[in-house]
């Protein structure tokens, strides 16, 4: 998620313009501009989705192995396809 919020808004921790929280294991991401504010974070079913498909990958590849990470990049390249980011995001 840094990665792309990086490239997306061309900031980084260096300028102080993002900033990694050690407090919240969720991932999320607040947007800031003059007076306005939007928060985004994951909506509970896709991180429920992705949890799911990690631990079945866990069991079928038998843990951290060569065949469990090609599966899960293939996974990845599959949820970057699916989904659609102006569904997959709470707004605050």
């Known amino acids: 998620m840094n990665d792309g ?3 997306s808004s061309s900031a980084g921790p260096g300028r102080g ?12 991401a607040t947007f800031v501009y003059k007076d306005q504010k939007i928060t985004l974070k994951i909506k509970d079913e896709i991180v429920a989705k992705i949890k799911s498909d990690i631990q079945s990958a866990l069991k079928q590849y038998g843990g951290l192995n060569p065949d469990y990470f090609a599966h899960i990049r293939k996974l990845s390249i599959k949820y970057w396809h699916d989904f659609d980011r102006r569904k997959i995001f709470d707004k605050n």
């Open 5 to 7: 919020l990086r490239v």
């Open 17 to 28: 313009a993002v900033r990694i929280s050690e407090n919240n294991s969720r991932p999320a």
